[in-house]
């Protein structure tokens, strides 16, 4: 499966901690083979919540209207008549409705089957790749999409951010970035250090050319070597200690 070695060479260069996560939304209601239903062991789950199931079990999750929990993000989907910001300003995340939240949404009842799972394993092919990684590890990602040009635009909330603020644009066919909310902290295992970068699975070769030539002439990759070319500089009080020194 192509993906699958794409993503682990990606997971390799970065040196991620956990692999990239794909991620595939179908018209039609499609489980894949092995996949992991929450509703089949009487769960439903966030969608940040099965991004993290996939991402740190290794599983192919799959849900559809009976597999949902969180109501933004059946909102979002598309999956039923609601107001997001109804439900934010309710949770105080908004001071009221009448602040500004983008509502960048799917359409209504398009999409039935939401699949996420492990790149590396997972035997469905992705349209989305969703990297979870240090503010590094996403600049350089970023770095990777500039290398060919142009930048990586960012419209921040720190809320909906993996089930939304980070997935729509990819989806849309563009790469996006996003600092993580409350959900993906809470529901998701996501650690205190960690961003989201995404992009849609067409860019997945143009990405690694760039995470393998931005910089290479400068010598700068992923992880950074630092500048360790000089002699220090201590403090006084060690410098007139050192001058006293005998040599053995």
Sequence with gaps: MEWSKLG??????????????????????????????PSKYGLKMAVCQAIGFARYSGRTVALTYD????PPAMVIYGLVEGEVKEILSKAKWLCDESAYYPEDFLPKGKYKTFIFGDMTTMKVEPEIVMVFGTPA??????????????????????????CSEALIPALNGE????????????FAGIDECEMVFSFPYSWMNKIL???????KNANVSYPV????????????VYREIMEKFKRV
Excluded: H, M
Excluded at 67 to 70: G, K, N
Excluded at 175 to 186: K, T
Excluded at 229 to 235: L, N, V
């Design 225 to 236: 070597q630092p500048f360790l070319f000089f002699s220090p500089r201590f403090p006084k």
């Design 67 to 70: 597999d949902f929990a969180c």
């Design 175 to 186: 790469p996006a970035i996003s600092v993580p909310g409350a959900g993906d902290r809470v």
């Design 209 to 215: 050319e760039g995470l393998k030539n931005a910089g």
């Design 137 to 162: 590890q996403v600049g350089r990602l970023i770095q990777a999409v500039t290398y060919f040009g142009g930048s990586v635009k960012a419209e921040l909330t720190a809320k909906t951010a993996s």
């Design 8 to 37: 682990k060479e990606v997971f390799d260069i970065l040196r991620l901690r956990t692999p990239p996560v794909g991620i595939l939304f179908s018209e039609k209601e499609y489980i894949p083979e092995g996949s992991f239903r």
